[in-house]
């Protein structure tokens, strides 16, 4: 699904904020990834979602060299990640429908199943109520869960989400991290980033955890060994 | 003010960027003056091709009276130059204007008095013509057959007319032209004050894996929109200023002004000035965006 292969990032001119980053991550896991403010979580969450490009190493996404990738080529990659930013990036003018359906529309699904799908997904996430509601009238909760809707309306192969549960109180935090497990039982990749360990000792998932940069791997509880569940 | 509160959906909130106001007026602005320009210009070769239709096609004789000569031979000279037009190829008649239709015509210059039988008034011959004439030949046979005679073929009026009709529609479409040009460098303006604006939104659809042709597909339909609804605007302003010219030519006692009326034909494709406008705008707007995108990582 992703292989990182002595990643390094860097903005401009600055120090590298990512150093030696090397991981594969199989197709179907759940894992999370942690660390301090300014670890480079989202450095790295970018690199996964094809935001930036390493600024050196390998970075390949479902089976493709990053690299070799064209421009041309990054919006079809692109439309197999869902993401769940940690602003929600929500469009202010559009309703919670139709910032839903951004991803349909962009992959031309026609406008009905569009209305459909959407209708449904927001139901599923509890907003059922709220479909041409405007962001600005919704909770930071209800705009998560919009959020995560879009994320996944398109059944994307890897689900990305950074810090989902940072704007939310523990409570509605354990439900969005339960819908994501849904999700990851449906056979989605799974990555979270998150620094709320509290929140995240309840699930039993792999942690890829980030230190000024470089990466460590911590098994789960179980005594699953990230190894077994990697390449 | 916005020109119309119909706002179709758009992942980009572009009708409410400042630009999408001047877009609109602008385009209206332009289609307005478009029109008008296309319209004269119209008019202009509409009168001169009724001028050219009146005049091609006829040649003028005159006979004038020779210093010291008595009146009686200006007649058999006029006759004798009327036997030769018409006895020539490509002259289908040839008719004598009688005194008063002599006078009327120069009436205007010369009052009532025109009419005086004392005037030593020439003699015109209104010539038609069915085919081509050999001017030139026909010059020396009426010189020799009516001495004192003048042949105008009305070549040097002909030449002028056709050399301001071509001016006029020249100028038209030099105006046609600096319009697109204006057009196509506001909505390039236009399109990058939307991409500046809205990049943050741009980079998000792009992450979600819109590609540059979506983006830039909001931003045709924007311009499109635009343009259509300022074109309307302008077509209708234009359409009622030149109803009203055509109307103020016909109230007008003497008719010196030739009849300022669009034919159909000529309405419909006044019709298409907007539409040509908002499909510059179309193709401007696609072209600045993929090009401004492209640049992008």
């Known amino acids: ?231 | 003010m916005a020109l119309l509160p119909v706002r179709p959906r758009s992942d980009l909130p572009l009708a409410v960027d400042p630009s999408a106001r001047f877009l609109g007026w602008i385009t209206a602005l332009m289609v307005f003056l478009a029109v008008l320009a296309s319209a004269g210009a119209m008019l202009v070769s509409d009168m001169a091709r009724r001028w050219d239709n009146g005049l091609a096609g006829g040649l003028t004789v005159q006979v004038a009276p020779l210093p010291g000569a008595p009146v009686t031979p200006l007649d058999e000279r006029a006759e004798a130059a009327l036997t030769v037009l018409r006895a020539s190829p490509g002259i289908r008649s040839a008719v004598l204007l009688s005194g008063g239709e002599i006078a009327h015509l120069l009436e205007p210059w010369l009052g009532p008095e025109a009419a005086d039988p004392l005037l030593p008034m020439p003699r015109l011959i209104d010539v038609v013509t069915d085919g081509p004439v050999d001017v030139a030949a026909l010059r020396l046979r009426l010189a020799s057959a009516a001495p004192g005679a003048t042949l105008d073929d009305h070549a040097v009026w002909l030449a002028d007319l056709r050399s301001f009709a071509g001016a006029v529609r020249l100028v038209a479409l030099g105006v046609v032209v600096m319009i697109g040009a204006a057009a196509v460098a506001t909505v390039v303006f236009a399109v990058r004050t939307g991409l500046a604006i809205h990049r943050p939104v741009v980079e998000l659809l792009h992450l979600m894996g819109a590609t540059d042709r979506y983006v830039s597909r909001q931003f045709e339909r924007h311009v499109v929109a635009m343009s259509l609804r300022g074109g309307s605007i302008g077509l209708l302003l234009a359409g009622g200023a030149l109803f009203g010219l055509h109307r103020a030519s016909q109230g007008l006692r003497a008719s010196m002004l030739p009849d300022l009326a669009l034919a159909s034909w000529q309405w419909a494709a006044l019709l298409l000035v907007p539409l040509a406008l908002a499909l510059l705008a179309l193709v401007t707007a696609r072209w600045t965006v993929l090009r401004t995108l492209g640049s992008m990582p």
């Open chain 1, 1 to 231: 699904m992703i292989r990182f292969e002595n990643v390094g990032l860097r903005y401009g001119t600055e120090a590298e904020v990512l150093r030696d980053i090397s991981f594969t991550l199989l197709p179907g896991s759940f894992h999370f990834l942690t660390g301090a403010s300014g670890a480079g979580k989202s450095s790295l969450l970018k690199l996964m979602y094809l935001a930036h490009r390493p600024s050196r190493g390998l970075v390949t996404l479902f089976g493709r060299d990053m690299a070799m990738a064209t421009r041309a080529e990054l919006p079809e990659l692109r439309r197999q990640i869902g993401v769940v930013f940690q602003d929600f990036a929500l469009l202010d003018h559009l309703s919670a429908l139709d910032n839903v359906a951004l991803p349909l529309r962009m992959s031309g699904t026609p406008e009905a199943d569009i209305v459909a799908h959407c209708t449904e997904i927001l139901r599923w996430v509890g907003l059922g109520n709220h479909l041409h509601a405007k962001p600005s009238t919704l909770s930071g909760g209800q705009k998560q869960r919009v959020a995560i809707a879009r994320s996944v309306i398109n059944r994307p192969r890897l689900l990305l989400a950074d810090e989902p549960t940072g704007n939310v109180d523990d409570g509605i935090g354990m439900r969005l991290l339960y819908l994501f497990e849904e999700l990851h039982k449906l056979g989605t990749t799974v990555v979270i980033a998150t620094h709320n360990e509290a929140l995240i000792r309840r699930f039993d998932h792999p942690h890829l955890h980030l230190d000024s940069g470089r990466l460590q791997v911590r098994p789960a509880r179980n005594g699953r060994h990230p190894d077994t569940r990697w390449e």
